[in-house]
T-cell receptor, first 114, second 110 residues
Framework: EAGVVQSPRYKIIEKKQPVAFWCNPI?????LYWYRQNLGQGPELLIR????????DSQLPKDRFSAERLKGVDSTLKIQPAELGDSAVYLC????????????FGPGTRLTVT | QKEVEQDPGPLSVPEGAIVSLNCTYS??????FMWYRQYSRKGPELLMY????GNKEDGRFTAQVDKSSKYISLFIRDSQPSDSATYLC??????????FGRGTSLIVHP
């Protein structure tokens, strides 16, 4: 069974440029999470989807971040414009449903903003 | 104060040692307590979970939750160099936003 797929794995951009990350969760998983992990820190939730509905997005900086999960499968996280402080690893995870403790993480996208 | 506190280490031990990794938490509403292992430049992978209080054993790994003291522990017996990674404790389950500690870096040297 394929795991959570993320692309790109690495991205280097200049500040004020836009960037987008893509995630394909495990087949059959209804819940999808986007996390940000800063160096030396644990993952912090940005947004959680139940199918195509965003149910937890209080931690998402909505002035520059946006996300979508069309058809309740793949998801895209976008930053526009990027700032230096956005440099981090962006992790996507999925679980069977919201009540499941068991999340499966992708390898992450390492973003560097210069 | 973060909801889940964890010493970042690094913790360096010789091969074969018993390793004890610990976290404290502040929110008593969570029922699931998890340990994730994260290798360098990889995503976290679920290692073990415990529901409510008590112990859970899986091979060389034992997870323990003490709700009275709000303490989460992971014990690794007969540690191996391949156990070298960052170990993240987390709370979650139900409708609650999953909360992670910052991780403890473990180094097992031959």
């Amino acid at each position: 069974e394929a795991g959570v797929v993320q692309s790109p794995r690495y991205k280097i951009i200049e500040k004020k440029q836009p960037v987008a990350f893509w995630c394909n969760p495990i087949s059959g998983h209804n819940t999808l999470y986007w996390y940000r992990q800063n160096l030396g820190q644990g993952p912090e939730l940005l947004i959680r989807y139940e199918n195509e509905e965003a149910v937890d997005d209080s931690q998402l900086p909505k002035d520059r971040f946006s996300a979508e999960r069309l058809k309740g499968v793949d998801s895209t996280l976008k930053i526009q414009p990027a700032e230096l402080g956005d440099s981090a690893v962006y992790l996507c995870a999925s679980s069977f449903n919201a009540g499941s403790y068991e999340q499966y993480f992708g390898p992450g996208t390492r973003l560097t903003v210069t | 104060q973060k909801e889940v506190e964890q010493d970042p280490g690094p913790l360096s031990v010789p091969e074969g040692a018993i390793v004890s990794l610990n976290c404290t938490y502040s929110n008593s509403a969570f029922q699931y307590f998890m340990w994730y292992r994260q290798y360098s430049r990889k995503g976290p992978e679920l290692l073990m979970y415990t529901y409510s209080s008590g112990n859970k054993e899986d091979g060389r790994f034992t997870a323990q939750v003490d709700k009275s003291s709000k303490y989460i522990s992971l014990f690794i017996r007969d540690s191996q160099p391949s156990d070298s990674a960052t170990y993240l404790c987390a709370q979650g389950g139900g409708s609650y936003i999953p909360t992670f500690g910052r991780g403890t870096s473990l180094i097992v040297h031959p």
